[in-house]
């Protein structure tokens, strides 16, 4: 069955506001003005003025508004109101960028909106954003489901970033039947060799509870850096088990100062 939240964003433009519709006229551009002033947050429209003239021109505005951190919600429909009144042609990575900026910006119905009816091809990257948008929001349930539906309608597979994330989901709300599931999917596509993949396997079992599956995670390690021993270090308190934490920490300051000693802790 289709989520809901997915099923509401997949309407007809009769039922829901199109982001693909055309927006209401703009005025002209204004003159233009120096590179340095366009960069300003208030001077938003005028540096699309001057640099939306084709599709490539856009998503390097879209990008440049995120390096410079100036990149919200507002911003993201007023750089899609633009490329609809010039007449812009919506490529798939235009596309792809605009949906990636309604997803940080938490707008993802918009986001959804436009994958259903805007893209002429559906991505693994778009679904992965999607997901990841819904994890930051704090809705790791609908990003399960989501990725559920995904496998099934668009028929994608994940890759590196969406088992991160998908981890991540696992752990939020201690589903570990579902995190051994993609544990062992992971593994399947040779995914589990990564550090990400390894810490995010170490975090989700530890959410979970289930410290001696953390722990086999994080021996598989070859080389741990500071994130998989903060994982692991996360895990023992969040267990309860202080003194294994406590040792832990002695084995990482042991490490920094090059007197690492492997057999410190007595792993069961």
């Given amino acids: 069955m289709v989520p809901r939240w997915i099923r ?12 693909c519709s055309p927006p209401p006229p703009l005025p002209p551009p204004p003159p233009q003005k120096s590179q340095a002033h366009l960069y300003n947050r208030e001077n938003l429209k005028e540096s699309l003025h001057a640099f939306s003239s084709s599709s490539e021109m856009v998503t390097s505005f879209l990008n440049l508004c995120r390096k410079r951190h100036i990149q919200d919600l507002s911003t993201t429909h007023l750089v899609y109101t633009y490329t609809i009144y010039r007449g812009i042609h919506f490529n798939f990575v235009l596309g792809e960028t605009l949906l990636l900026s309604l997803a940080k910006c938490g707008a993802i119905e918009d986001a959804l909106y436009l994958l259903h009816h805007c893209l002429q091809q559906k991505s693994i990257f778009a679904w992965t954003a999607i997901i990841s948008a819904y994890v930051g929001l704090g809705k790791p349930l609908e990003a399960l489901e989501s990725y559920d539906y995904m496998m099934v309608k668009d028929g994608m597979e994940p890759d590196l970033y969406t088992f ?3 981890f991540k989901a696992c752990g939020d709300i201690t589903n ?6 993609l544990h062992i999917y992971a593994e399947k596509k040779g995914y589990t060799s990564d550090s990400f993949i390894a810490c995010s396997l170490v975090n ?13 995670v994080f021996l598989e390690i070859g080389h741990p850096d500071m994130p998989s021993w903060s994982a692991m270090l996360s895990a023992y308190l969040d267990d309860g088990q202080g003194a294994k934490a406590i040792m832990l920490y002695r084995q990482i300051l042991a490490e920094d100062q090059g007197t690492f000693e492997p057999l410190l802790i007595q792993w069961d």
């Fill in 176 to 181: 570990l039947k579902k995190g051994r599931t």
């Fill in 164 to 166: 991160v994330t998908l």
């Fill in 8 to 19: 509401s964003a997949s309407l007809s433009s009769e039922t829901s506001p199109s982001l």
């Fill in 204 to 216: 989700m079992y530890g959410k979970c509870r289930s410290i001696k599956e953390s722990e086999k």
